[in-house]
């Protein structure tokens, strides 16, 4: 099971602590939660979200009249369930259209965006769709050249312009060539800088206004990829891309890499984005569709 195994080194540590604390603790007593606390903190939980869902498991374990702290680490499972329950980001199937999709990544450099549209290209073609993508971040040197690599290895089409170009102009090629060839998806690239948040903005929206032009109701997904092992750094990017930008979900890139896979729960509760894709590796088919069940059981099992 992909998920187990990428959540490996966030349950040894999560999961050991957890273990640790329960066997300390006979009785479940203020300290017990206070302890706890400081594990889903460290964890990468984030402090709002810790709080919230500390309350709840102390409500839950009066209501229920636990006083054995094996028993309450089952309803730490459930609460951790619950945290995706009942609410907008649950939503983590992609919007697909019957005609063409567009799919928009956003994100910082180094974050993971080319390798996870490379993963992404990959899936959707192994459903037997016919996908392109689209350089659109001519501003990185060597950015275009990393796309069309995964566009080789994939065997998709990448359509490009040289570096340095307008990326609404690479926009306007792609759509215009996708919707020639009767693509089904086409998967845009952006540039990554958050160094000049009113440039980013002026830039994606451009690009935007391009492509909902050629295509109404378009982008149907604007996913932004953040990097798990940046930890409350990516909750930070997150907040400045949906400023900045409409963001539809998430994919959460290097989960595999992080002993602090908490952020998944932090992101979903701060943000109320919903995390699509979780990238569990480098190869490319390690991008999994994030599935709560899996993960809360990927934590402790
Ligand atoms: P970009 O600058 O955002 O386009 O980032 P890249 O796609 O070039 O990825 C940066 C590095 O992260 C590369 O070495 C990738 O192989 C690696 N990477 C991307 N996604 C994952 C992942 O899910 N797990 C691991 N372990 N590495 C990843």
Redesign the pocket.
Known sequence: DKFKQGLTKTRDSFSGKVNDLVARYRKVDEEFFEELEEILIGADVGFETVMTLVDDLKMEVKRRNISDSKEVQSVISEKLVEIYQGNDADHTELNMQEGLTVILFV??????????I?KLANKLKGEGKTVMLAAG?TF?AG?IE?LEVWGERVGVEVIKQAEGSDPAAVMFDALRSAKAKKADVLICDTA?RLQNKVNLMNELEKVKRVIEREIPGAPHEVLL?L?ATTGQNALIQAKTFKEVTNVTGIVL?????TAKGGIVLAIRNELNIPVKF?????KMD??QEFDADKYVYGLFA
């Open positions: 994100g910082v450099n180094g974050v993971g965006k080319t390798t996870t490379g971040d990185r950015a990393q990554g990829a990097d890139t290097k989960l595999d890499g979780v990238g569990l590796g480098e390690d991008l």
